[in-house]
Nanobody
Framework: QVQLVESGGGLVQAGGSLRLSCAAS????????MGWFRQAPGKEREFTAR????????YYADSVKGRFSISRDNAKNTVYLQMNSLKPEDTAVYYC?????????????????WGQGTQVTVSS
């Protein structure tokens, strides 16, 4: 089992920045790819970004490409999502997720573990 805890959410004005963190505990010795998803009220959970175990491969949704950056520090068992040039449409609860297989990308059903989420609100 892996436990994931997100932090770093909050209220920010449009054009501002936030950095989300996702701390993993438990069976962190295994090699997990990690993803960030978001869910706005009344909408389905949406893929945002994904990073391989080594950190050498990243993948982004078109809506955040060039503004968001995913990274990880395996020594700290932590994954980050740096969010710049935030827009009101980025407002959502952001979740991190862990994938044991290494093959999951944009489908939330392919991830094995989830955090509880952190709220990000971008005001106009």
């Amino acid at each position: 089992q892996v436990q994931l805890v997100e932090s770093g959410g909050g209220l920010v004005q449009a054009g501002g920045s936030l950095r989300l963190s996702c701390a993993a505990s438990g069976r962190t010795g295994s090699q997990y790819a990690m993803g960030w998803f978001r869910q706005a009220p009344g909408k389905e959970r949406e893929f945002t970004a994904r990073i391989s175990w080594s950190g050498g491969s990243t993948y982004y949704a078109d809506s955040v490409k060039g503004r968001f950056s995913i990274s990880r520090d395996n020594a700290k068992n932590t994954v980050y999502l740096q969010m710049n040039s935030l827009k009101p449409e980025d407002t959502a609860v952001y979740y991190c997720a862990a994938d044991r297989s290494g093959y999951a990308y944009t489908n939330p059903g392919e991830y094995d573990y989830w955090g509880q989420g952190t709220q990000v609100t971008v005001s106009s």
